[in-house]
Structure formats: C-alpha cells, structure tokens
C-alpha cells in the first residue's frame, strides 16, 4: 500500500499536488489585489466614521437602513449596528412636502434624482436634532439605494438665535437713541412754530385793543400753523400712521401752489425758479404728501444755502426702458412724469449721500432737524411705486430727481379740485351736532359755523351727543364728531346714532390720517372724514360736500 502511494502517478498525489498548486498559484496572482481591496475598504469605512456628518445607506425600494457611519449612532444616542433594517422615517422627521418625497418618486433627469433641505434626526430619549441634508438616488448592481447625509446644525441655529437676540437689543438701544434725537428735533420746531404764533397773536391781540386791524399779523400766525401741521403729518407719514389717498393730480399745479407757499415762508435771498413742461399727463398720487415732498425738498435746499441761491423745480416728460430700469431705478419700465429739484448749494460728499435717506440722519447740529425729510420723502416716493435718486458734488450743489409713473388710466377720470371758496357755496341753514372733547376746539366750530348761517348744537362726548341725537324732536341734519374722545368715543357714538338712524350723515374728525381707527368708522356708514388740524374752509368745504 505504501509502495503504491509513493508512485509518482498516484491519482490522490497528483490530485493534493494539483490543488497545492492552485491555491499557492491563487495566492500569487490574487492575495495582493484582496488585501490591497481590504485597505482601501478599511480607509474608506476609517472616513465615513470619523465624518463629522450623520451618513445613511438607504434601500431606495423599502426605505430601510442598509448601513450606517458611527457619527449616525452618536447623533442618535445608539449604536449604528441597531440601525441596520430599521425604516428610514423611524429615525428621521421631515417637514410636510420635503423635497426627499420627489426624490423617491423617481424621474429621468438628473435634478430629479438629488434631495436636499432641513430635518431633524430622532434622538433616542426623544429629543429632534436638526440637521442639513442632502440625499442622492443612486445605483449599485440593478438596485437603486439613497445616500443620505445629514450635517448638526443644532449649534448654527444656536447662533443665529443669539445673533437676533442681539441685534433686537441693538435695535432697541438704537430707537432709543433715536427717540432722543427725534424728540429734541420735534421740540426745537414746535417751539420755534408757537414763538412765531405767540409772537404775532400778542401783535395782533394789542393792536386789536387799539382798535387796529393786523392782517399781516394773522397772516403769519395762520403760515406757522400750516406748518405745524405739515411736521405732524411728516411725523405720521414716516412712523405709517398715514397711507397715501390717492387722486389724479397735475403735479404742474402742486408745484404752482408749493411755490406759492415757498416764496412766502423761504428766505429771501433765494430766488425760486420754475420750468414746468407742457402737455404733462397727470399722476396718482396724495396731493398733501406731494406738497410734503416740495416742501421737504425746498427746506433742505435752503439750509444748504445760507447765504442765498437759486432753487429751481422742474417738471419732464420721460420714458423708461428696461434697461434704464435693470440699471438701477427701482421702477417698471414706461412712461413717468419727472420732478426735479435743484440748488446752488454748498453741496455733498459722497459719505453723507449714501445716508440721506436713512431715518434720523442728519448733518445739522442737535436740535437743528429731526432727520426725517428726506427719509420721510423716500417712503412717500417708494408708496407711490416711484423712485427718487439724488445727484451732488461738493461745492457744486445738489439735484434731486424724481420718477412717478404716468397715470394709464380713463382719460375721462376728473382731477382733483379744490373745493369752492364762494360765500354761496360755503353757506348753509341747516343744524349741525358738533361733538368733541377739546372745550376751545368746540367753540371754534360753532362760531365758525354760525357765521356761515347754519343752525349748532354741542356735545362734549359720545354719551353726550347720543342722548342729545335721541332727545331732538327734528334730529340734526349732520354730525360732526372727534374719534378720540373719552368714554364710549365717536366710533361707538356713531354707530349707535346710524342705529337710531340709518340715513344719518356723520363726519368724523381725527389727528390720525385716514387708517385704522379712521378707516373702520368710515367704512361703517361715516359720511366724510375731517384731518385734524383743520382750516375754516375745510371744515365748511366738508360740511357742504356731505349735505349736498
């Protein structure tokens, strides 16, 4: 037997040698390349895992974990091996209409098959950590799976909230800041406006005791008023108190009428000039906050030229196209109407340009100017869908130019006009309720109405004017009412009196420009609306409209 086995062509020997061959042969044609493979699989497991990121392998098809890097399991608060076979949204919660749904659903194109957006992981113990994904549909021998990966951005978001909690805080010592700065502004004008009217009211008041007549007086009593009421209304536009009412103007005769009141309030060492084009189609706009715009323009002129100069306003037809506007101008392309303004100033730098437009900055001493101007005017521009861009160089003066869109509408839509001033128009016979709070205010309109021939009776509160309203055999033919009166106020006195009866015509007065409170009571049943402060003719001008 032993003999046998030795032969050199024993089947069993030269089959073990065979194989002995085979696998020395495999060894060295293959063992390099596997244990090279092993590296490159161990380095490349070596980078998954010490990835920062949380990195899911997904079965497209089932939507379980096929594997999993351990930065998943710390996130998770598990061991990445007890991931494996576990349902995707087991783990991780998505916002409604995340853009993994469109992933999964599949598609040719190359956009379709890449996810990325925000959600969060579900930390064992049940807490969310957000987390930044981004997925990838992707194919491995005929199956389709999902690279998923997802980034901490638990810290990021940490810091953004302690950046807006910082800046609200800036914000607010800012505001205060700014409210010292206003108030000190508003002061400083208001008490120049009551020395002036003080002034002239005491002239006037003791020539009236000699018996002689001050028009020129009264006249700038009756200026500074006006202009007292212009820096309320600047105050109201800029903090959104008021919203543009909206008519269609001819901007020549806002600019004719603004000069009109410049000549008489501007120094006289500056000359106005006008060069209004021809033919100009109209514009919507508010025909006050137009005139704030002129006057806000024109008193920033002034300042710039203490010693005198020349202001000159000039009206132009123009025609935007898109690249004027792609350029820069934040309008739509088409025809506008152009306002310029300009001065033979001192002029700006190029610093002080890129702020002017900024709330409460201003290059005056303290106490000299609110900063609200030309801030005020970009707001007032900006709610007209206009634009409003500035032009200076130091020593060479400053222009202001401005853009409002061409009004496309009916040709047959009536301008605005001012209402009639004639005695005929102005007076009346019948009886008016006045209703306010303010004793000086109440009797002014009496007396202001009584001269005109109407018949007045008065109320100092809602309750007051109610109980009058229902007690009246023949109930007053108008109402005249504050909004901001103590009590039930105009709003609900109103409303009560338009119960008793539903024809009644009710005007409201507020200090408020027509929005919110104003413009609830008009639209539940006010026949017209009344600006505090107001001038004789607007009370009787308004009176007459609603009547008639």
């Not at 000190?184 to 009217?197: E, K, M, Q, R, T």
């Not at 009141?261 to 021809?278: E, S």
């Not at 102005?426 to 109440?442: A, S």
Request: proline share 5%.
């Amino acid at each position: 037997m032993e003999g046998r086995s030795n032969r050199p062509d024993d089947p069993e020997r030269l089959r073990q040698k065979l194989i002995g061959l085979g696998e020395h042969s495999l060894r060295k044609s293959y063992y390099p390349q596997l244990q090279s493979r092993m590296v490159e699989l161990e380095r490349f497991r070596a980078l998954l895992d010490y990835s920062k990121d949380a990195i899911f392998l997904l079965n497209a098809a089932e939507m379980t974990v096929a594997d999993a890097n351990q930065t998943t399991g710390l996130m998770l608060a598990e061991p990445s091996d007890n991931l494996l076979g576990r349902h995707f949204h087991e783990l991780v919660e998505f916002d409604q209409g995340s853009s993994l749904g469109d992933l999964l659903a599949g598609g040719p194109s190359l956009e379709q098959r890449v996810a990325e957006g925000i959600c969060r992981l579900k930390v064992t113990g049940g807490a969310l950590l957000p987390v930044e994904f981004t997925a990838k549909l992707v194919d491995f021998a005929d199956e389709s799976y999902v690279v998923f990966v997802g980034r901490d951005i638990s810290d990021r978001l940490q810091a953004a909230k302690e950046k807006e909690k910082i800046e609200k805080q800036l914000r607010h010592s800012q505001k205060m800041e700014a409210i010292g700065t206003l108030s000190g502004g508003i002061a400083h004008d208001f008490n120049n406006i009551l020395a002036v009217i003080m002034g002239f009211a005491e002239i006037a008041y003791d020539r009236a005791q000699e018996g002689q007549a001050d028009p020129a007086s009264l006249r700038q009593i009756l200026d500074s008023s006006d202009r007292a009421k212009r820096l309320v209304q600047q105050i109201l536009a800029f903090s959104r108190k008021g919203s543009p009412d909206f008519k269609v103007l001819d901007l020549n005769r806002v600019v004719k009428d603004t000069v009109s009141l410049l000549k008489r309030t501007l120094p006289k060492m500056i000359h106005i000039q006008t060069n209004l084009a021809d033919g100009l189609p109209p514009v919507q706009a508010d025909p006050t906050q137009m005139e704030q715009v002129l006057l806000n323009m024109a008193s920033n002129a002034a300042d710039a030229m203490p010693l005198g100069g020349r202001l000159t306003i000039q009206t132009e037809l123009t025609e935007l196209d898109k690249h004027c506007c792609n350029w820069g101008l934040e309008v739509s392309p088409g025809v506008h109407v152009a306002l310029l303004i300009n001065d033979t100033g001192h002029g700006m730098s190029e610093t002080t340009r890129e702020h002017i437009f900024e709330p409460f900055y201003t290059t005056k001493e303290v106490g000299r100017g609110t900063g609200l101007g030309l801030s005020t005017t970009y707001g007032i521009i900006q709610s007209h869908g206009g634009h409003i861009h500035c032009y200076s160089d130091l020593g060479l003066g400053t222009t202001f130019k401005i853009y409002l869109p061409a009004f496309q509408g009916e040709a047959g839509v009536p301008m605005e006009k001012m209402p009639s001033s004639s005695e005929k128009y102005l007076r009346g016979d019948e009886t008016v309720l006045l209703v306010d709070d303010e004793k000086g205010l109440l009797n002014l309109g009496a007396m202001t109405l009584q001269d005109m021939g109407y018949q007045v009776l008065t109320a100092s509160s809602g309750e007051d004017a109610l109980e009058l309203f229902a007690r009246e055999a023949h109930p007053p033919d108008l109402v005249v009412m504050d909004l901001g009166m103590p009590g039930m106020g105009g709003h609900m006195a109103m409303r009560a009196i338009l119960k008793i009866n539903p024809l009644a015509k009710v005007i409201i007065a507020s200090g408020y420009l027509p929005q919110e409170q104003p413009r609830m009571a008009l639209a539940d049943g006010a026949s017209g609306f009344l600006s505090k402060p107001f001038r004789r003719t607007d009370l009787l001008g308004k009176v007459r409209e609603v009547l008639d």
